[in-house]
């Protein structure tokens, strides 16, 4: 929303929620009184009252397992759709089911939608009427692996990922793991050791690899509102070099505006890309052990969730792609 | 000095500064104020005025390359000295030259020393005149791994370790990388790809595992003043399973007082250990890899600093090992 | 609890809650684990069960209204009660009532009870069998204005003071505006502009004054784990200098081990006095406007509350005052 | 540099800085990098040199004594100044000296200056060349005082302000009480009680009030990179209410596009204002004491600073006033 206000090709016309309908947007987010477009009241989600607000476009912020069902009539009611849930990010119904714990509700628009993520799935997004937006770990882990893998320049097996994450990623709810003297001056990993993202994440992997890539991955919780640092280690391919890393880079992300390349031995830092819509990588070569050290940092509420969704928007409805999205 | 403040069977006579010479401990760390024994005044470092004072042991805390000329200095004159730089920690002075980018001043008395982690090399503590006090890094890495290694539990090849550690760390100094805004809401890598803590992480390692071992080891900084959280991840040997584990580390660690076992599946979180000399330990098996996670957390500066010296200092002298150091 | 494993004189026979009877106490809170003493389990809370351990003392830290009857049973099974709820602070019925909402389940005993300042009411501590202990705000600003006002340095109107608290001072509940996001980089006051508190300090200040004080205190939320940290400003009476403070407050406080005086000009801090039993006082004249402007810091939940309850039960049974609290 | 790299009316065609002249803006500030417009190089600091680049406006932010002669340079070549330091701000050259220690270098062009607040001075700042835009407490403070003094809703004596702020406001330098360890936990009072802001603060208060105005304020550090929280205390003129209160401040800021009216009863929170123009008011009475507490919130680097300094270059250039200033 923080997005949408500001964005000068959209209009919001409606906001919903099943928990705050009737309140005005400004009221619960004090942060976005007095401007323009914040005085928009929340309503019931209904998905045939937003279609009759006239709405071209939806996001969709909703549990898994809930957005499915909305997608479906919102896409049958001619919006198109960007969901930022796990409901449409995979392809593989066993997959949906192996992770999150039950059928999914509508396996033909699962496999119908695209992943979101723009720089590598851009075409298909401009077609698409329903995006699955990728989970904000995924994006920071698949940006800096993909064009290695596809590149061979590092092995599908052996990757082991650990990540930090902001508390915001689990979400604004009363839940005491998650008041302030629960997580301040703490650092814990969690949900080890498979992360419900692992099931996305290795689908875009083997995508790239072309094989099956399963990884190692631990998810950690961080003192911090905003941010995701996630640090990579793969080994590299015999003979690779840092400066192969470099020019793999360059090339893969020569036009692609949010991703920063930060260079050869430079770590990246979460306080650099918090509230925009960057993704800074940096990689290193650990010669003792030929193996690829990959640093990569973003806002996981924004290229890790909203930002990501109102790319791909711009790209489904011809905006400039990075409209609205220059947020420093 | 909190600790020793606090040691029932310690009289603090002597505190040396170079930098605060002249002034009240108490003035300068004003938390000690009031405190019994810290109306001490530091004087300069002078080994023969250390001596002088009657002192039966020492506690160096000094730049590496500058604790070997008072480390051999005191303990010629009858001091018993813990050391807390990197000086006293390898046994190889080529690997010291290697990491720390100058020979040895003292090799042979670098030789003669003890690493002082008593978990594993108490009895050599005992007798001996110089302990070299593990670094913060190392120690949450390797109690987690020593004992997998030796029961050939885990390989020691792959082995794969993050850090997180507080901003202490980085020690007390006007640096802006270390400003508050430069740290707070920021996670990053940093000493990137070769730590000099992997010099006595490997040296103990390979003594651990009877093969040479080399890891590849990421160090992060996050925004926090204490703590260190460690996952290290490593592949089992064929047909080990959590259980495994779990029989092993209580059969290593019944007698270790300041080691607390979290369980197969439980995560450890800095927040349990800061301010106090324990290191917890949580372990997970991911059956997919067939890989270990362990995740570790201490207190940087006290298990991973003075609290462990003071614990050596306890068994050197013959004083309970947890006399002191029930901090909480 | 921290406290009270730590202390030489005591002996732990038993831990209450309601909610988490048959927990271990170091399960529910980790940072106890190994502790000797913290295999203890939490047990219902029935006073006649408490009694019935042996248990010479209790402490009560319970919501205020409930504390009332467990204060009576106990003190009637002949255990001596330390209660950090607000219902043994007040001596006035009518007060309790105004300011905390319903009639005084016991009045008698209220009456009876001793507001547990130990700096101020060692004498009437020494005796007696059931103690209000002081609540964190009105510590903080009672111990720098009690002795002005005893001396008439300061004038009793026009007296405000301003706070900030850490967020356990909220206690530990799940409640989404005690939510990490939610406090982390925000500061902001609440409870405006009549705070409970301002009972029992005006009670006390009025008893300093040997008149009626009503003061404007103004509570503020700030993203730190403990800590208080208060500035009060008043009128000076007429002529009185810095000097005149600094020689009233090294009158009153010269035998109080846990008030350390700072000095003129010199502001507390905080961090110099987390986890500790200490109240640091610093003090300045601000001679445009002829106010004094005092400055206090403590933590809240140790000298303004579980350390300040100890050291009342120190001075109860006979124990050197300092005993237990030399936390550093 | 954040705003006006945004701003759709501005070309930044210079940055000058003597420490950085040389790097790029980009490489110093991660953050900017891939912004458009972000890959300017700094270059030194030099009068001649900016007006040759056809610069029509010039922000200063330089220590103040050094923004002086700057500031006659520019305007002399005929660029508008928008001043961030104290050399602009104030009307008497007496008082620049009594709280800036030292007379001020160019009297007739600080007398011609204004005082930047668009709120108050809008007319002026339409015609003014040069600009000292106000201070980050000032601002704060100003803003809930100035419509009550000047309606005779609170009287001018006996107001006492307390404020926190957060750690940027001290700036970017290495200086160990800024390290992350001592300012992380941490809550002080500094400047006590005398600090250089009174001399603008004051000087506005007196012009709203009609008569001289002193105040006693104690600003603070808090642990939070950005942010201002102020609680003003002030008595009340007799028979007044909050609904006086409320009606004053809807008609005075009526028109103010950043001024967010909270209502009575309701406090500021720093954390919804952080990175925006906005300040955030909230007032309550005292019945018992008869006195108004006023509560704002700011972003003490935005409508504390480069915000408010924008705002009024809106208004010199003819802009609209909120333009690129939509900030959330």
Known sequence: MR????????ELVCATSRQYAGQRVADLFPRFRHVPGADLVFTDSDAAEIA?????????ALPHGVSASYGRALVEAGLRVIDLSADFRLNSPAVYEEFYGKPHPDPELMQEAVYGMPEWHREEI???????????YPTSILLPLIPLLRAGLVLPQDIVV??????????RKADVQYHFCECNE??????????RHLSEIEQELSLAAGEEVVITFTPHLMPVNTGIETTTVAKLAPGVTADDLTACYEKAYANAPFVRLL??????????VTRTN?????????TRTHRAVLMSAEDNVIKGAGGQG????????GFDETEGLWLI
């Open 162 to 171: 650990n990540s930090g994450s902001g508390v915001s990623g689990a979400g």
């Open 52 to 60: 009759a607000t006239g709405a071209e476009a939806a996001f969709l």
């Open 3 to 10: 997005i949408l206000l500001r964005h000068p090709g959209v």
């Open 186 to 195: 703490s650092m814990r990993a969690y949900g080890v050791p498979r992360h």
């Open 126 to 136: 401009k077609k698409s009427r329903i995006i699955g937006s990728p989970g904000c």
């Open 278 to 286: 960057f993704v800074d990588i940096g990689w290193a070569v650990d």
């Open 263 to 272: 260079g050869a031995g430079k770590p990246a830092d979460t306080k650099n």
């Open 310 to 317: 109102v790319h791909a928007f711009n790209i489904m409805f």
